[in-house]
């Protein structure tokens, strides 16, 4: 209630997350060739980083806020892999695959010598998880929103009703603010 009264747009779609939204907001974008800057706490938006999209990850060292920024090469540099790569390692996770970079390509390569016996074994076990993993770890670029970019720019506040809202909420020192 509060962010709408503020003027910003609040976007919901059953049956799909927020990271689906943010997601299809970041794909609307370039496809219609602006950019777009996710600032985030979720370093799952990280595969939504492209050309055209960059993510500012919020996060606490030592007690701070520090914001980071993330673009193609930073994801690269940082992971050693793409944007749209960080979704199969996010899979993986749990198996110390070194240099395995995609599901697909772990698994088509699991006599490969390379692979410890250890690694192998858990590979082959967890097959059906790895997949399912996948499949969830993967933000839909597609949720079925408003396309029209204009719809998400923020509108004037209503002054007097974030006013009587904030102070039901006992927010007084947000007010002051």
Known sequence: DL??????????????????I??????????????????TGDR??????SDATTVRLATTKMGRPESTFYGVAEIQEKYGVTPRELIQVKALMGD??????????GYEHLDDPAI???VRKKLEAGVESCRMSLTLAEIDRNAPIESDLTRYIPKPRDTAGCS???TELE???LMKR
């Open 44 to 49: 799952d938006s990280l595969q939504l980083v």
């Open 3 to 20: 962010l709408e009264k503020l003027g910003y747009p609040v976007v919901t779609c059953e049956g799909y997350e927020a990271d689906d």
């Open 116 to 118: 410890k016996p250890g």
């Open 164 to 166: 009587r809202l904030m």
């Open 96 to 105: 110390s695959s070194d240099n395995i970079h995609t599901v697909d390509g």
């Open 22 to 39: 943010l997601g299809t907001l970041a794909r609307l974008c370039e496809d219609s060739g602006n950019e777009c800057v996710i600032a």
């Open 171 to 173: 927010l007084f020192s």
